[in-house]
């Protein structure tokens, strides 16, 4: 089945400074990846996700790059704010009507 | 986006009994609804994927007499904990696709039930 690797786990920087965080996914057939931010004890929220005929999207401040040759993908985060800090988790799934394999997981902590 | 509700948000049951946690898609129907399981400080792990009127796909691991998966309509799925012991405390959370959203990958998920098994 499908394997999504994510790193780092921790990453803490300094208001104003990018973030980046990378996930690498081991079924050349996942077509969707998306990111999301987990609040404590909130449900995950989508922030961005790209499709494999893509390969960069971007949304204001956040952006994510897709390299399928590689298998992986990274997001983005530029001018980041102490409101961005959460729990971001990367995803990989196939067509529609299969599930989301989530990365382990990255804690972002922003400082002002 | 569609919207996905969970019943209860927040649950504490004794050891031994069993708990029915509800996911309803509010504005769309939902032939494939998907379990989740995330316990303190870790990812989500898919539980089953329940597809409605059949039964669900459990995933490696999961014991399906114990984690009872019913999608009766397309709009319920229910998920009933059995006999529920304090290892099975944790954050329980259900996710569909709106067929109908141009976006069709997209999941959205329900928010969550939290699970405490004194």
């Known amino acids: 089945g499908e394997n999504v690797e994510q790193h780092p786990s921790t990453l803490s920087v300094q208001e104003g400074d990018s973030a980046v965080i990378k996930c690498t996914y081991s079924?050349?057939?996942?077509?969707?990846f998306p990111w999301y931010k987990q609040e404590l004890g909130k449900r995950p929220q989508l922030i961005i996700d790209?499709?494999?005929?893509?390969g960069e999207k971007k949304d204001q401040r956040i952006a994510v790059t897709l390299n399928k040759t590689a298998k992986h993908f990274s997001l983005h985060i530029t001018e980041t704010q102490p409101e961005d800090s959460a729990v971001y988790f990367c995803?990989?799934?196939?067509?529609?009507?299969?599930?989301?394999?989530f990365g382990k997981g990255t804690s972002l902590l922003v400082t002002p | 986006g569609a919207v996905v509700s969970q019943h209860p948000s927040r649950v504490i049951c004794k050891s031994g009994t069993s708990v029915k946690i509800e996911c309803r898609s509010l504005d769309f129907q939902a032939t494939t609804m998907f379990w989740y399981r995330q316990f303190p400080k870790q990812s989500l792990m898919l539980m089953a994927t329940s597809n409605e009127g059949s039964k669900a796909t459990y995933e490696q691991g999961v014991e399906k007499d114990k984690f009872l998966i019913n999608h009766a309509s397309l709009t319920l799925s229910t998920l009933t904990v059995t006999s529920a012991h304090p290892e099975d405390s944790s954050f329980y959370i259900c996710?569909?696709?709106?067929?109908?959203?141009?976006?069709?990958?997209?999941?959205?998920f329900g928010p969550g039930t939290r699970l405490t098994v004194l």
């Open positions: 079924d050349s057939a996942s077509n969707y």
């Open positions: 790209i499709r494999s005929n893509v």
């Open positions: 996710s569909a696709r709106d067929p109908a959203e141009s976006s069709y990958n997209e999941q959205f």
């Open positions: 995803a990989a799934s196939k067509d529609s009507g299969y599930a989301l394999n």
